[in-house]
């Protein structure tokens, strides 16, 4: 059973930083598609970042201050995103996500909140 649990959300005073970190357990490996998104308050859920073997893809919203990586370690894959000079507009739930077996899992999100 895949299994992600994030962690590393908080409130942020604008122009800071934050790091989510995403753990996945069961067949979730670092071959495995892996992402993060987000959904504002009465917003539609959008991608924030992708990894994938080739390399990393980001919505233009956060080009040149998030970056997303990937580790390996005790046979789990973590998926991170360093979050940095956060705006107000980032406020959102933050949800990893992992193509797993016949579909995509999802964490149970985190909350960021970036203060004007």
């Known amino acids: 059973q895949v299994q992600l649990v994030e962690s590393g959300g908080g409130l942020v005073q604008a122009g800071g930083s934050l790091r989510l970190s995403c753990a996945a357990s069961?067949?979730?490996?670092?071959?495995?598609?892996m992402g993060w998104y987000r959904q504002a308050p009465g917003k539609q859920r959008e991608l924030v970042a992708t990894i994938t073997v080739l390399g990393t893809i980001y919505d233009d919203s956060v080009k040149g201050r998030f970056t997303i990586s990937r580790g390996y370690a005790k046979n789990t894959v973590s998926v991170y995103l360093q979050m940095n000079s956060l705006k107000p507009e980032d406020t959102a739930v933050y949800y990893c996500?992992?193509?797993?077996?016949?579909?995509?899992?999802w964490g149970q999100g985190t909350q960021v909140t970036v203060s004007s």
């Open positions: 996500a992992a193509q797993g077996p016949g579909r995509v899992y």
């Open positions: 069961g067949s979730i490996f670092s071959s495995n598609v």
